[in-house]
């Protein structure tokens, strides 16, 4: 992941595409990575990474 010369949205924008990917490969739903997390669903879901 190149971060050079980003803007910081888009640093963002690459951080939950990555989060989003590996929580699919990983087969785990939302809840799953929130519990892990110790955040609501929903809170993830806020922060773009659902």
């Not at 640093?11 to 939302?30: P, S, Y």
Request: positive net charge; contains cysteine.
């Amino acid at each position: 992941m190149v971060l050079e010369l980003s803007k910081p949205d888009e640093v963002v924008a690459l951080i939950c595409n990555r989060l989003r990917h590996e929580r699919l490969a990983l087969k785990m739903t939302q809840s799953d990575v929130a519990a892990r997390a110790g955040i609501s669903a929903g809170t993830l879901s806020n922060l773009g990474v659902a």
